[in-house]
């Protein structure tokens, strides 16, 4: 691994370590500085409320200068996170930038968990609804919140 990507990685589990965004939780895997693990809690006031979704977070040798692969462990119902956790975002692909950090990132994907983009949809079924009958949309969210629970009662049980 060089050591500048190294170098950023540590700077950023710093920043994660003191200075967290409100919600969001990131650490690298026992000692390789290249895989970590996140979790978004879910914002409040919002359908997504009490979840607990897990990332995870793989970087390449080209960090800062591309972008890492991020997707969800959880179970997700969302219109730009297809059915395998990969999430459509734009910060992600064609709009990266080496300025964006971890916490970053994460703020990122936590403000699209409420504030998705149904005209870029990874979910057609979760687009549809969240377009076309809200409420069922929030009902199917709240769903996967509970789920993102039972993750967490079947690791403990383990």
């Not at 690298?28 to 879910?42: C, H, K, Q, T």
């Not at 692909?93 to 409420?114: G, K």
């Not at 509970?146 to 967490?152: F, L, P, R, V, Y």
């Amino acid at each position: 691994m060089s050591t500048p990507v190294k170098r950023r990685l540590i700077k950023d589990f710093k920043k994660m370590s003191t200075d967290p965004p409100q919600g969001i939780s990131a650490t690298p895997l026992d000692s390789n500085i290249m895989e970590w693990n996140a979790v978004i809690f879910g914002p409040e006031d919002t359908p997504w409320e009490g979840g607990t979704f897990k990332l995870s977070i793989s970087f390449n040798e080209d960090y800062p200068n591309k972008p890492p692969k991020v997707k969800f462990l959880t179970k997700m119902f969302h219109p730009n996170i297809y059915n395998d956790g990969q999430i459509c975002l734009d910060i992600l692909q064609n709009q990266w930038s080496p300025i964006y950090d971890v916490a970053a990132i994460l703020t990122s994907i936590q403000s699209l968990l409420t504030d998705p983009n149904p005209n870029s949809p990874a979910n057609s079924e979760a687009a549809r609804l969240y377009t076309e009958n809200r409420k069922l949309y929030e009902r199917r969210v709240k769903e996967m919140v509970e789920t993102s629970w039972q993750d967490d009662d079947d690791e403990e049980e383990e």
